[in-house]
Structures are given as structure tokens and as C-alpha cells.
């Protein structure tokens, strides 16, 4: 029973495919495994284990009359405590939204629902997404299977530790500036930020709304690409959502690194740690040994991304969040019976420390006197960001980089110095602000035993190629990670 949380995606579906084993069995692992180690990783925040059995039992029911729902009837997955499930809190681990009961699902837990996934919610998170390393969520700082003395990454860092730690093989997350990838690659995962308006965002509560992106963790590549065909489609309540082929993910297949150009980054204008810098220019070697030409890029711009990423969104943020006012949703402060205390004592309750900070700034960047200065500027800049992403990919068919600077730091590191704590996004949110597709895949370990991830990245809509270059580079040797199996 044991041994069951430490298969890959594709042994799971392919044992309850050929009979070898039940939902019902695989889920009664997984809770046992939670139940030894989630005290530890704080993954979760909720745990409904009647209702998640309930949901295994049915699955081996219709298996056993016939009636499958698809080839993915019993899979186990965690979903971000930010993405609506009918009947389920939804707290985007807040205070504010603490007792909040979605009544309606997600477009993607409707998709994962007809599938016949047994689904695990809910997985803690930094407050409405905001941070990078889940120490902001208002109820626990989540841990790194690695080393519980350091964070998973974030915001997603519950989805990244519930699969790193064995306790799901695969999880839904969302990324908005890099809070997929850069959590996959301090705990060593595969993790997927898709082409904005890939996937439905109907369902996600709004961060940044021009930068959200829902997307899948997974301990293998074949669960990132299943689960990005079954998430990915037009819908009609996400008008964002692009009219462009159905993903398919029998269409990728391993690329051939010869004569395949790869866009590389110059590493002595970024501060890598000497590990994280040492292993990027190992794969490069052994890319080029392969046959692969490396072509350096001019990321001159990226310094910007930072700086315009935090205007962008938090600009969002205030306009978004403004609809939590103690009134319709969530939580209610009221001592002097006017609307203006109301108002003001709930958000004031509500919101933790960062979401106000990022509130502020974003109320501030759109004020009258301001907005052409820093929103309208900002606007412009990722203009040219997007065009850059563009024309590179007129010379390459692919960029390589890692995802994180350094590898996990330790729990409180960097909670006292906010700008400290953004720059650790510095590799990853360009890509959103182009509204590419990019992928973190596992690089091995540090001298710490910590993982180190590298970032793969090509034009829009071109899932298909980057999936394909992800599996190549899963077969480097250079590239492997075992998860740990004790908790420490």
C-alpha cells in the first residue's frame, strides 16, 4: 500500500486502466500519507476524507459496470484553494473570504468533473495569490518535501509540496507571474504556466486578470500534457479564451536536440547562486554535444520585468479585490452601523499585510495625476516585452533558462525585505507579461540536496514544440530528481 504514492502519473493510470488497482485503494494510500506527513508540509488546508472516499468508491463502480467516464476515472488530483468547487470553501486563504461557499464550479473542475478525477481540495497558497513563497497565506506557511525548514515556493506552494511530498501525483495551481513554475522548480516538478487564454479562467478568483493563468503540477511530463489537453478550449464564459486548435497530447513526441536552435541567457548579467548557475551551463553543454546550436539572446529588457510586472498587477489587484467590501462576499466588520466603518473595518480585518500593500500600490498607480506616469508606462513597456519574446522566436525555436535564481530558501528569509522577495520571480514574469507558454522542469539537485529547475519557453500557442523539447530534456541524466520519501 505504501509503495502506491510513489508511482508516477503514468503507472497510476495505466495500473487502474488494466485493472491492477483500484481508485479506492490508491486514495486510501494517499490519505494515509497525508495524514502521516501533511502535519509537516501544511499542503493542505481542508480535507474532506468521507467525501474524497465517496468519490473513489463511485469511480471503481463504474469500472466495475463499464460505465468509465474516460481513461482518467479515479485519478486523484489537489486544487488550489483559489479555483471554485461547487459546495467548497473557497478561500483564496484569506480571512476575508474564510467561510466562503462556492455555488458554482470552475470551467476546469467542470472539464476534470466529466472525467471522472476523484478531486482533493483545498491547497493552501499565498493570500489571493500574492507572494512567492505561500508565508502569506493567513493561515500556515506551507513547507518544502526537501527540507521543511525551507518554503515550497509560490503562490501555489501547497499544490507544488501536496505533489513533491507524495501525497498527489498531480495538482492544479495558478500562475500569474510565475506561482507554477517557480514553486515546480524549488520542489522539483514539472509545472506548466500555458499560453494565456489557453485555458478558461471562469472560476479562478482574479488576481491580475491580463496575467492569470490556470495550469497543472505533475511528478511526470504525461500528467502535465493530459491535463493540458482536458483543461485547455474555448469557453464561452472566459472570453479571453482563444479560438485555436484543441491542444492533443498525443501530438507531442521527444525533440531531436540536433540542429535546433536554443535561445540562451548570458548568466553573468543575472546573480545566480553558483549552483543554480553551474547546472544551467552543464545542460547547456550537454544540449550542445547533442548537436543543438545555443544562440545567446539580449535580455536587456528583462530587468524591467519586475518593476512593470508589480504595476501591472497590482493595478489589477485594487480594481479586482474591490468587490470584497464586507457587503456581498465573505467577511463582515460592523461597530458603528455606517457604510464608510464598514467598509473599512472588513478589508481592514480581511486582508492580510502583502494584499494591502499591493492594493495601495495598485489604488496609487491609477490615481488621477499618476496613471499615465507609471500604469500608462507600464502598459508600454509590455509592449516591447512582447514583441522582444517575439522576435526571438524568429531566430530560436526555444529558450532555456532556469527558473529561479537560487534554489528553496529557508522559511522567513526574506519576509522582512518585499523587494528582496520579488526578485525571486525575476525570471518568470516576462513570460507573462508576453502571455507565452513556458514550462519548469526538474535539473537536478544542489550541494544542499535542494532542486534545481530550468525554465523552457516558446511562442504562443506552441505547446505542442515546448512539451516536446520538456520530455527530451526529462531524459537527460543531469536532469533527474528522486522526491523524498521521509519527510524530515
Not at 412 to 429: F, N, R, V
Request: charged fraction near 25%; include cysteine.
Amino acid at each position: 500500500m505504501k509503495d502506491l504514492i510513489f508511482l508516477t502519473y503514468s503507472e497510476i493510470k495505466k495500473r487502474l486502466n488494466e485493472g491492477s488497482l483500484s481508485s479506492e485503494e490508491l486514495v486510501s494510500a494517499y490519505l494515509e500519507r497525508i495524514n502521516a506527513v501533511d502535519s509537516k508540509l501544511k499542503a493542505f488546508l481542508e480535507l474532506n476524507q468521507e467525501k474524497i472516499l465517496k468519490q473513489a468508491k463511485e469511480s471503481d463502480d463504474r469500472r466495475k459496470n463499464g460505465k468509465l467516464l474516460s481513461e482518467f476515472d479515479g485519478i486523484p488530483i489537489g486544487i488550489k484553494d483559489n479555483i471554485c468547487i461547487t459546495g467548497e470553501v473557497t478561500s483564496c486563504s484569506s480571512k476575508i473570504l474564510e467561510n466562503f461557499v462556492s455555488p458554482y464550479d470552475a470551467t476546469v473542475i467542470s472539464k476534470l468533473k466529466e472525467k471522472g478525477f476523484v478531486l482533493f481540495p483545498r491547497l493552501n497558497m499565498d493570500e489571493f495569490a500574492m507572494g512567492s513563497s505561500t508565508e502569506n497565506s493567513a493561515f500556515q506557511t506551507s513547507k518544502n518535501p526537501f527540507d521543511s525548514d525551507r518554503i515550497p515556493g509560490g503562490s501555489s506552494g501547497g499544490s507544488a509540496a501536496a505533489v513533491a511530498g507524495s501525497m498527489l501525483p498531480i495538482s492544479l495551481g495558478s500562475d500569474t507571474g510565475g506561482s507554477i513554475r517557480q514553486p515546480a522548480s524549488l520542489c522539483g516538478i514539472w509545472g506548466l504556466k500555458p499560453t494565456y487564454g489557453r485555458v478558461s479562467r471562469y472560476g479562478l478568483v482574479a488576481y491580475a486578470s491580463s496575467l492569470d493563468q490556470i495550469g497543472p503540477f505533475s511528478n511526470d511530463m504525461d500528467g502535465i500534457s493530459d491535463l493540458l489537453e482536458i483543461l485547455s478550449g474555448i469557453d464561452s464564459k472566459d472570453q479571453t479564451t482563444s479560438k485555436v486548435n484543441q491542444f492533443e497530447s498525443k501530438s507531442v513526441n521527444e525533440i531531436d536536440w540536433k540542429c535546433k536552435k536554443i535561445g540562451i541567457m548570458k548568466t553573468e548579467d543575472f546573480n545566480f547562486s553558483p549552483d543554480v548557475n553551474a547546472r544551467y551551463l552543464e545542460i547547456l553543454k550537454t544540449l550542445e554535444g547533442k548537436g543543438a546550436e545555443l544562440v545567446p539572446l539580449d535580455f536587456s529588457l528583462l530587468k524591467y520585468a519586475i518593476p512593470v510586472y508589480y504595476l501591472i498587477a497590482t493595478a489589477e489587484c485594487s480594481s479586482n479585490l474591490s468587490r470584497f467590501d464586507g457587503i456581498r462576499y465573505g467577511l463582515r466588520k460592523e461597530t458603528s452601523g455606517k457604510l464608510d466603518d464598514l467598509y473599512s473595518e472588513s478589508r481592514s480585518a480581511g486582508f492580510g499585510k502583502e494584499v494591502k500593500r499591493r492594493i495601495l500600490l495598485g489604488t496609487f498607480s491609477l490615481s488621477s495625476g499618476y496613471y499615465d506616469a507609471y500604469y500608462g508606462k507600464a502598459q508600454k513597456a509590455r509592449v516591447l516585452i512582447r514583441k522582444q519574446y517575439a522576435e526571438f522566436f524568429k531566430t530560436v525555436d526555444v529558450i532555456l533558462q532556469p527558473t529561479s535564481p537560487t534554489t528553496a530558501f529557508k522559511v522567513g528569509e526574506k519576509t522582512k525585505d518585499p523587494i528582496q522577495m520579488y526578485q525571486a520571480d525575476i525570471l518568470t514574469t516576462s513570460v507573462n507579461l508576453a502571455g507565452v507558454p513556458a514550462i519548469s522542469c526538474p535539473a537536478g539537485l544542489d550541494q544542499n540536496g535542494l532542486p534545481i529547475g530550468v525554465q523552457l519557453t516558446t511562442s504562443h500557442f506552441d505547446e505542442n514544440k515546448l512539451l516536446g523539447f520538456a520530455k527530451s530534456l526529462s531524459k537527460l541524466d543531469i536532469c533527474q530528481i528522486s522526491l523524498p520519501k521521509e519527510i524530515k
